[in-house]
């Protein structure tokens, strides 16, 4: 049996909850859409996941989303995440650094990697997305957040 917390150090350090904005960007750096955002990153005991992720997402228009992700570590010490909307894997890259790959299941040919760091201090974390289509860069997403709780 794995315990996620000791296994993968650095994604424990984000458990709880984050608040920020999400700026996506096209290749010349014009805002393309801005998104409020909250995200609660849980380790649940006695679930039949090792981690789950509640994004929610709301619009200055009032549009609002929320998307529940789950994550199984596997053997080959990294996060397997899939929902009815995507699929992915988290690995750690060092004492501050994560990466994720996932991709759309709705979205042919189009797959994303973000570098998520968490401060020394665990309150701020900032994430860069890469989205690629045809193996081509086409946007960014621009994450800055904050502890909530």
Same mark, same amino acid.
């Given at each position: ?5 000791? *296994?993968?150090?650095? @994604? ?7 608040? %920020?904005?999400?700026?996506? #960007? +096209? ?47 596997? *053997?080959?010490?990294? @996060? ?7 699929? %992915?894997?988290?690995?750690? #890259? +060092? ?55």
């Amino acid at each position: 049996m794995f315990d996620i917390r000791k *296994e993968m150090t650095v @994604l424990s350090r984000h458990a709880g909850e984050w608040v %920020g904005i999400y700026t996506v #960007v +096209d290749l010349e750096a014009k805002v393309l859409s801005t998104r409020q955002s909250h995200i609660s990153c849980l380790f649940p005991e006695n679930e039949s996941y090792h981690y789950y992720q509640i994004n929610r997402y709301s619009w200055d228009d009032g549009k609002k989303d929320e998307y529940h992700c789950p994550g199984t570590y596997q *053997e080959d010490k990294k @996060l397997w995440m899939e929902s009815d909307r995507f699929q %992915g894997q988290v690995w750690e #890259v +060092d004492n501050n650094t994560i990466i994720m790959k996932f991709s759309y299941k709705n979205i042919p040919d189009v797959y994303l990697y973000e570098m998520i760091q968490i401060s020394p201090c665990n309150n701020y974390r900032s994430r860069t997305a890469h989205w690629f289509k045809n193996n081509q860069i086409y946007q960014r997403t621009l994450i800055q957040e904050e502890r909530f709780k």
